[in-house]
């Protein structure tokens, strides 16, 4: 499974909307992402950094999701 997918699931993206980016977005990877974290952020009420890094995490993207912690994530 392409990543841009494996994230999407971990999201909570259902597989309806997954082949629906890909279809729209003719499997351009980079769109395909783009318009999965902003499905995302607009469908989830709850989105946060947190969220992405524990998916990215999930995912074994553990460079990206350290990156992504340390920049956004603090502790109030």
Same mark, same amino acid.
């Given at each position: 499974m392409v990543e841009w997918k494996k994230l999407s699931v971990e999201l909570d993206i259902s597989a309806d909307k997954i082949k629906e980016i890909e279809v729209n977005r003719r499997g351009q990877v980079n769109d395909c992402k783009h318009d999965m974290i902003q499905l995302w952020m607009e469908s989830d009420k709850? +989105?946060?950094?947190?969220?992405?890094?524990?998916?990215? +995490?999930?995912?074994h993207q553990l460079v990206l999701a350290e990156r992504i912690k340390t920049t956004y994530c603090h502790e109030g």
């Open positions: 709850f +989105s946060s950094w947190k969220k992405l890094v524990d998916a990215l +995490s999930r995912c």
